[in-house]
């Protein structure tokens, strides 16, 4: 298990996010809104998001006024955490995917930890409650020699496993995380995601 990082200056019900969007079609069933989480102590060779590692803050963003901004999307029907490692900052997300899911948004997460050792006692803290919030889990690091690189694939790497929890979803695993999405943002960013599950600022 991985050393626990130290993330005392991100303040309670606040989450250090590296980048955000909506409607997102390839990182989960539907249309998603995706929050990509600051910081990861694996340095996984070939890392789709790189600049997503260092435990230092970037956006620290309530998750009251994160869970407004994707409620303020009608058609966002869930949302997805990614990273970074959500699981390092697992009670607030887990408290945010409460009250999307209150307003009945489904909620996943992927991560480079597995099922069992989230299950652990050496568990990022709080890990079980965000497990209790999810609908689907996406588990395992990304294994550059086992990539998969088909965009009918589900997962990028042969090792990483998509756990249903939510029944209703079992028949809607039809997302391919290898196709490109480009999304234009108000300033004119623009934020390319899903191709190698890649996250670029233009």
Partial sequence: MKEKPVLDFIPPDHVNIMGYVDESEVNGPGRRAVVWVQGCNRGCPGCFNPQSWPFEPNQIVSIYELAAQILSNPRNEGVTFSGGEPFWQAEALAKLARILKEKGLSVMSFTGFTLEQLQSPQA???????????????????????????????????????????????????????????????????????????????
């Fill in 124 to 202: 990022p803290p709080h890990s079980q409650d965000l497990l209790s919030q999810l609908d689907i889990l996406i588990d395992g690091p990304y294994i550059q020699s086992l990539a998969i690189n088909s965009p009918d694939s589900l997962v990028s790497s042969s090792n990483q496993r998509v756990h249903v929890f939510n029944p209703e979803f079992k028949d809607k695993l039809n997302w391919a995380s290898d196709q490109v999405e480009i999304h234009i943002l108000k300033d004119g960013t623009r934020i390319v995601t899903g191709f190698l599950g890649s996250l670029n600022l233009i």
